[in-house]
């Protein structure tokens, strides 16, 4: 982990193929991520969400299904996590019949890496139980 980052990781009962959807489609975003979703998942295509109250915006940078997808991502209004000016990747490694999630999400304020690491942590571990309901 560098300085300025946080990594989570998990393990799902499912494919890849099966998996990536949850990160690119919105009906299958609102399933684990946030209460309301509107993306554009191609390379300089728009990520908004709200998490509860907080909406997040940010734009995506890399989408290679079904393995990976690369976002900015930023909190308005707060000075610290203004929108885009950090990244998340997640990576989707097939081990078996199974997938590997790994989270990196990057150019963090010191701060605020406690508070994104268990924000990750929770919506991981709903992706989690969501993704295993598909096999």
């Not at 975003?29 to 109250?53: C, H, I, N, Q, Y």
């Not at 079904?66 to 929108?83: C, D, K, Q, S």
């Not at 097939?94 to 929770?122: C, F, I, K, N, Y």
């Amino acid at each position: 982990m560098s300085q300025h980052s946080v990594d989570a990781s998990i393990r799902i009962n499912a494919t890849p193929a099966e998996v990536f959807p949850y990160l690119t489609e919105p009906a299958l975003l609102t399933k684990w991520m946030a209460s309301w979703v509107d993306v554009e998942p191609t390379p300089g295509g728009k990520f908004s969400v709200r998490l509860g109250d907080q909406p997040v915006l940010g734009t995506y940078v890399v989408v290679e299904p079904p393995h990976r997808v690369v976002f900015t991502w930023g909190l308005p209004g707060n000075e610290a996590l203004l929108p885009g000016s950090s990244t998340v990747e997640i990576v989707l490694t097939a081990d078996g019949d199974q997938t590997v999630v790994d989270l990196m999400h990057t150019d963090l304020p010191d701060e605020l890496r406690a508070d994104q690491l268990a924000g990750w942590t929770s919506l991981l571990e709903r992706l989690r139980t969501t993704g295993e309901s598909l096999s």
